[in-house]
């Protein structure tokens, strides 16, 4: 499974777009990318998947390059509700092995 | 999205005790559960993959005996902590999914919190 590399926190205010980045460098051509947000003592959400080029729904846009080795989570006007980890990963959807979680980005939301 | 409910959310345990998570599709049929754990302000690990009707695939350094997995049904996997210790405690959590799929997302359950003392 490819390894993924994010930024380990990030601070911004309310009504800010807040944009986390992560690194897949050795991502394969079958791999999608996914995005997850943890809030403490809960199990993890899905909030947005992708192959390539951008995806968006009602929560948050993902920005993928042509060489997919980086993705760009975007979540726009941000909220104190928002604060918590983010976690970018990398694999085959709908395939056999378990999530392989990175560290994460603790997000912390300030009014 | 789909529904992936554990219990219990927490539980508390004596040392030498075992104690079992029940992780449960509510809408639809998971041919595969993970198990994880999360230990505190780290990520979560993979502890095991669970096939219905199958054995468990442990990942290395999991103890098998310990941790023992159970997917009777497609529905329905669960996780027994056998003979508990304080190092034990930890946050607990399944995932589920279909395999094969080409839209399949993972599913989380709540997690449960576990304390040993």
């Known amino acids: 499974l490819a390894k993924t590399t994010q930024p380990i926190s990030m601070d911004s205010y309310e009504g800010q777009e807040v944009n986390i980045t992560c690194s897949h460098n050795?991502?394969?051509?079958?791999?999608?990318i996914t995005w997850y947000q943890q809030f403490p003592s809960q199990g993890p959400r899905f909030i947005i998947q992708g192959y390539k080029t951008k995806v968006t729904n009602e929560v948050a846009s993902l920005f993928i390059p042509a060489d997919r080795k980086s993705s760009t989570l975007s979540l726009p006007r941000v909220s104190l509700s928002d604060t918590a980890v983010y976690y970018c990963?990398?694999?085959?959807?709908?395939?056999?092995?378990?999530?392989?979680f990175g560290k994460g980005t603790h997000l912390i939301i300030q009014p | 999205g789909a529904v992936v409910s554990q219990h219990p959310s927490w539980v508390i345990c004596k040392s030498g005790t075992s104690v079992k998570i029940e992780c449960r599709s509510l809408d639809f049929q998971a041919t595969t559960m993970f198990w994880y754990r999360q230990f505190p302000k780290q990520s979560l690990m993979l502890m095991a993959t669970?096939?219905?009707?199958?054995?468990?695939?442990?990942e290395q350094g999991v103890e098998k005996d310990k941790f023992l997995i159970n997917h009777a049904s497609l529905t329905l996997s669960t996780l027994t902590v056998t003979s508990a210790h304080p190092e034990d405690s930890s946050f607990y959590i399944c995932?589920?999914?279909?395999?094969?799929?080409?839209?399949?997302?993972?599913?989380f359950g709540q997690g449960t919190r576990l304390t040993v003392v």
């Open positions: 990963l990398v694999g085959e959807r709908g395939g056999a092995d378990g999530l392989t």
């Open positions: 995932s589920a999914a279909t395999l094969g799929q080409a839209n399949t997302e993972a599913f």
């Open positions: 050795n991502i394969a051509t079958n791999d999608y």
């Open positions: 669970s096939n219905e009707g199958s054995k468990a695939t442990y």
